[in-house]
């Protein structure tokens, strides 16, 4: 995994199965990113079957951060079943699913 800077942003993919507790690097290279610019955040969620409660969670928490200095937090291309997953949970008012 990694992170690409774009010229709309960050940019990074979503693996298969997402776990927040098995995924240290790859939330700590997200982090890294988003602190070295002043970017939005892009994940492509094409490849997502799972994120679980802790990896979602991490991911709101860097939302939150970035709602702070006006960035934002995009998933795209996610699929039906974690589309309307997020949207049951309300996430999508803390990040936006295009």
């Known amino acids: 995994m990694e992170v690409v800077r774009t010229d709309r ?3 990074v993919k979503i693996p298969p ?3 927040g ?3 240290r690097e790859y939330f700590q290279e997200i982090e890294t990113g988003v602190k070295e610019t002043a970017s939005d955040l892009y994940f492509d969620c094409s490849s997502a079957t ?5 990896a979602l969670g991490k991911i709101i928490f860097i939302a939150k951060e970035l709602q702070r200095d006006k960035r934002r937090v995009v998933f795209e291309s996610c699929p039906p079943a974690i589309k309307d997953f ?3 949970l309300k996430v999508d008012k803390i990040i936006e699913l295009a």
């Open 9 to 11: 942003g960050l940019e």
């Open 50 to 54: 799972l994120i679980d409660s802790t």
């Open 17 to 19: 199965l997402l776990r």
């Open 86 to 88: 997020l949207t049951k």
């Open 21 to 23: 507790m098995s995924s």
